[in-house]
């Protein structure tokens, strides 16, 4: 018997592999952007169902099957927003002049999912938080891993997409210092220096307070991401998924004193790196 949260996000997922098949609707010469109000509508009642786990009495086992879930909906998301990119250059490539409107519409259709998932994650947040109080002991491990893994995949899509949405629509707090430190690379011979502005909201007081009154702070966190990292692991990635992990690693902080919840913070919104280099000492 599926709980609610279940069936709520198979539906979810159910729309959202239609709604993967946005290249082909194109090609036919449709319209399928008539549906971005009810995507907007799926991607909050996602936010409604990670809700509906934080708020509820649910067994470690709903928990993780909902999280589960949730994971396959993430993937949906991705291959949607990876086939609106596609389609985008495509489209580019054989003449922008001629599908002007179409790359227009899927700009705006990535922006959709930009801002569905933004959402998204403030409950992720929460729930991250609460289960760290949960009477989960021996699952609570497994549980935030998992749910770790669901916001790096989403914090990665927002990385992302950030950049196609008006600058003007973030603030960048840029006093902090250049870091130089040690990698975690076993020889002990790497080292690493990062310059980074952090971005949120547009104007949002209450994380552009904290973050004036956490310098040390950040910076502190920015050394301890880093340094937790081999050379190889962090440029074996996808520059996206590292500053997405640096996100996670910055607003895990931040909501030690102000909550997601309401939006009495928003919290960081992504990175950029004015200087990310590596050089071996010895």
Known sequence: MYSPLIKKIK?????????????LLFSCGQN???G????????KNLEEAVDFLRRNNLTADEIRDGLNEASLLVGQIQEARDGMAE??????????ELHSNRIDLLKEGRLELYEGMDDFLVCTYELSDTLKLSRYYHERSELTSLLREIQLRT????????????????????NLSKITSQTADTDGHWYYTIKVNI??????????TL?????????????????????????????????????LALNDYLIQFADFKDKKME???LVTFDIIQFYEFF
């Open 11 to 23: 539906k979810l997922t159910l729309k959202l592999i239609l709604f993967s098949f946005l290249g």
């Open 32 to 34: 399928p952007f008539k």
């Open 36 to 43: 971005y109000d009810s995507l907007k509508k799926d991607l």
């Open 87 to 96: 389609e985008a250059e495509r489209l580019t490539q054989e003449s922008y």
């Open 155 to 174: 914090l990665a899509m927002v990385q992302r997409d950030a950049p196609h949405s008006s600058t003007s629509n973030f603030s960048y707090y840029k």
């Open 199 to 208: 971005g949120y909201n547009f104007n949002e007081k209450n994380t552009q």
């Open 211 to 247: 973050l004036n009154n956490s310098k040390v702070a950040m910076g502190g966190v920015i050394r301890s991401y880093f340094s937790s990292h081999s050379k190889d692991e962090v440029l074996s990635q996808d520059e996206e998924w590292v500053k997405a992990g640096l996100v």
């Open 267 to 269: 919290g960081v919104k």
